[in-house]
């Protein structure tokens, strides 16, 4: 079995920052693409931003230049660094994960975690 465990979210004033994390962990073969979506309320999951195993990045539009995704392949960890937030960015942040396990590919996902952003 493999799980993404997630940590990092919270509260954060308008120009603030907060960065979340993403652990997998379990029987791990190797992982493609990490990223992280975000689903605000009434409207549907959208990718924020994903990072490939080689470390090419994709972001959506409107996080560009304020949020920085990385990975650190030796601990299985995604990070999503998230500066001058606004109201905008408040949302359930969710990872994701392409993982090889054994013989299996997997799409997993994680427990999703609150980012709100007030002034």
């Known amino acids: 079995q493999v799980d993404l465990v997630e940590s990092g979210g919270g509260l954060a004033q308008i120009g603030g920052s907060l960065r979340l994390s993403c652990e997998a962990s379990?029987?791990?073969?190797?992982?493609?693409?990490m990223g992280w979506y975000r689903q605000a309320p009434g409207k549907q999951r959208e990718l924020v931003a994903k990072?490939?195993?080689?470390?090419?990045?994709e972001y959506e539009d409107s996080v560009k230049g304020r949020f920085t995704i990385s990975r650190d392949n030796a601990k299985n960890t995604v990070y999503l660094q998230m500066n001058a937030l606004n109201s905008e960015d408040t949302a359930v942040y969710f990872c994701?994960?392409?993982?090889?396990?054994?013989?299996?590919?997997?799409?997993?996902w994680g427990q999703g975690t609150l980012v709100t952003v007030s002034s």
């Open positions: 994701y994960a392409e993982v090889v396990s054994g013989l299996r590919d997997l799409e997993l």
């Open positions: 379990g029987r791990i073969t190797s992982i493609y693409d």
């Open positions: 990072i490939a195993n080689r470390g090419t990045t």
